[in-house]
């Protein structure tokens, strides 16, 4: 049996561990088994870079924590090496980062994770992996709105360069009455 003080070591872990499940709004379980020392330094930069929290986690302890966040679906995937990454605003920055890094290699492996507190599958996970980062999306939606407004300044700029509203007009009225008796010509043989 532990002794108290460890066991009150391991319960704040858990503590930790179930406030940052419930916290976060999404989560990537994976088996590191395999990686170097250089690679697992890289990975982790660029995870801490993106917001997203990364560590080696005791499976006992965070099946515990599972629990105490009411994702038990996450206990089957806890067997071998588990290392939890985390991010509390960035949907799919641990999915992108993990999963690109797992394409690489051959033994680091996506085990399963969770997105607002429902435990997801690996597909789920691979779809978030495949979005484009948050910035992308933004400049995506700004460009959007941008283009009616940029048409709008195109058009008034034209009129603008062709003399005014009043000489865009006049060139506008000799053309549609060259256009009417062409139309009136075309129209005429069928009438008859």
Do not use: H, W
Not at 36 to 57: F, H, I, W
Not at 140 to 157: K, T, W
Not at 164 to 173: R, T
Request: hydrophobic share 45%.
């Amino acid at each position: 049996m532990p002794s108290a003080k460890v066991l009150e070591q391991k319960q704040a872990i858990v503590a930790e561990l179930t406030e940052r499940l419930k916290n976060s709004v999404t989560g990537v379980l994976v088996n590191y088994k395999g990686i170097n020392v250089a690679d697992d330094t890289a990975l982790r930069k660029e995870l801490r870079e993106a917001g997203v929290q990364y560590s080696v986690v005791k499976n006992t302890l965070l099946s515990r924590a599972c629990e105490g966040a009411e994702l038990t679906g996450l206990q089957a995937d806890l067997a071998g090496t588990t290392a939890l990454a985390t991010s509390d605003e960035d949907y799919a920055a641990a999915a992108r980062i993990l999963a690109n890094y797992a394409k690489k290699s051959k033994t680091f492996e996506i085990k399963g994770g969770y997105l607002d507190g429902e435990v997801v599958d690996l597909a789920t996970i691979d779809s978030l992996s495949k979005l484009p980062t948050r910035d992308v999306l933004l400049a995506n939606v700004l460009g959007a709105f941008q283009a009616p407004i940029a048409s709008f300044a195109r058009a008034i700029q034209a009129i603008v360069d062709e003399g005014g509203a009043e000489e865009c007009l006049a060139k506008k009225a000799p053309a549609a009455e060259e256009a009417a008796p062409a139309e009136e010509a075309a129209e005429a043989p069928a009438a008859e």
